[in-house]
């Protein structure tokens, strides 16, 4: 098993480099990502778990980039082997769960779309870009034909995409054409125009516009039975991790970041 990316809470901020256990994260002064501290912080947990644990030489240290070695790489995935235990998840919950999710079971599900993207890059102010994105938000779904731009000139005017030089448009695109996360708030419902929601990506925050959608062909159970049961495997992996991070984080002494497990699943 492999921890790829984690949402954990806002860095607190104080001098000098954040610290897990007295080891440094980043080189002092330096000026990390809210995102990329908190990752290098979960896998400092992980690696010095995995040192105790005995399966990593003691004398394996933690890059003042971030970088941790191949041998610390392998005894991560083999402490989350020992320490996360996933059963398979029963013929019931897999029915209960497509029944629940059967828009998601669909194919060749098509939408066209435009948006606007504010990239979330090193050094910029999360906050700050949020509210921006709001108030584009806002803008583009109150749109009375005059006090306000319409979409395209918005995107235009404040997309880090290049889209935004055709006013947004993305085109048509299927689940496969755009990131998961990206699909997962397109696909599976029925909502057209701008959705009164930010859409999260590992590209930043982004405006959706929602102009046309194409429905799929609904899939039978015994069809995406694996499709299913692997969307469950998933489920319980992120509440095992995040329960074990809890657990990490709480026999830790952390300097310079905040690991809120309550607020610790992972992105993907």
Request: net charge negative; hydrophobic share 45%.
């Amino acid at each position: 098993m492999r921890v790829e990316r984690v949402d954990l809470s806002q860095p607190t901020g104080t001098e000098g480099p954040a610290r897990v256990n007295g080891v440094a994260l980043h080189a002092p002064h330096e000026a990390l990502a809210p995102e990329e501290l908190r990752q290098r912080a979960c896998t400092e947990l992980l690696r010095q778990a995995a040192q105790r644990a005995g399966l990593l030489d003691p004398v394996d240290v933690c890059a003042i980039d971030g970088a941790i070695s191949e041998a610390a790489t392998a005894a991560i995935e083999a402490l989350l082997e020992q320490s996360i235990a996933l059963p398979d998840p029963s013929e019931e919950a897999c029915r209960r769960h497509y029944a629940a999710h059967e828009p998601a079971y669909c194919t060749g599900e098509r939408v066209r779309v435009r948006h606007i993207l504010f990239g979330v890059t090193p050094g910029v102010d999360v906050v700050a870009l949020r509210k921006r994105a709001e108030m584009a938000m806002l803008d583009a779904r109150c749109f009375d034909g005059s006090a306000s731009p319409d979409f395209a000139a918005l995107a235009g005017k404040l997309s880090n995409c290049p889209s935004g030089a055709a006013g947004g448009d993305l085109g048509w695109l299927g689940a496969a054409d755009c990131a998961p996360e990206f699909a997962r708030e397109l696909f599976g419902n029925k909502e057209v125009g701008v959705l009164p929601r930010l859409v999260h990506s590992r590209f930043g925050l982004h405006v959706v516009e929602v102009l046309e959608r194409e429905a799929g062909t609904q899939q039978p159970f015994e069809a995406v039975r694996g499709a299913v049961e692997s969307a469950l495997r998933q489920q319980a992996y992120v509440a095992a991790m995040r329960q074990y991070l809890q657990v990490l984080a709480g026999e830790a002494t952390l300097e310079g970041v905040d690991l809120d497990a309550a607020a610790t699943p992972l992105v993907q």
